[in-house]
């Protein structure tokens, strides 16, 4: 009886190696699917990043080639569309500058963002308000594709869309103050 139950016990050891060695052989397995699968992903991820720098190369490419299409043009023969009127204000830090009555005021605000926009090849031109309190102001105007005239004030960036005698101009920009306009003297009125 001790040799059946040695016999009976060294079948169930071997039959527990068997077992042992075929789930090492599955956790072998799966950590080689695991590994091989991180790889690809990684891969993936590598090729993902190359069209993402390609991406960024093309558009970098076609920003030159509109930038280069801007200033083969001469200003006026192209109206600019508002996005493009936004681009340049946006990189334009003329709103940064102090105001000073006697050395920088409004008339210099607005030549300076007119040759901002010279420089883009868009053309705009300083308009002179007049106000009913005696006062005058200037500002900047440009014809747009997508809405036609529009005013600047470059001192803040505030974009005008429709500007006429009898206005309040401090409620158009949203100022503390009451300026009725005039009179409106501009390359297009």
């Not at 009976?8 to 789930?23: V, Y």
Request: with cysteine; charged share 30%; proline share 1%.
């Amino acid at each position: 009886m001790i040799n059946k139950n040695k016999k009976m016990k060294q079948k169930t050891e071997h039959k527990n190696r068997i077992i042992l060695g075929i789930s090492l052989a599955i956790v072998i397995i799966l950590l080689v699917s695991l590994l091989s699968s991180l790889i690809r992903i990684n891969n993936l991820k590598d090729k993902m990043d190359i069209i993402a720098n390609t991406y960024e190369d093309e558009i970098d490419s076609l920003n030159t080639v509109h930038i280069e299409k801007m200033a083969s043009m001469s200003a006026i023969d192209y109206t600019p569309t508002l996005s493009e009127v936004k681009n340049v204000i946006r990189n334009t830090y003329i709103e940064n500058k102090k105001y000073d009555d006697e050395t920088f005021n409004c008339v210099e605000f607005s030549n300076n963002l007119v040759r901002a926009f010279k420089e883009a090849k868009i053309y705009a031109c300083v308009t002179e308000l007049w106000f009913d309190d005696g006062g005058a102001h200037a500002l900047v105007a440009i014809n747009i594709k997508d809405r036609g005239v529009i005013y600047i004030e470059p001192q803040d960036d505030e974009i005008i869309y429709d500007l006429k005698v009898g206005d309040d101009y401090c409620d158009k920009v949203n100022w503390d103050c009451e300026w009725e306009i005039t009179h409106i003297k501009s390359c297009y009125v």
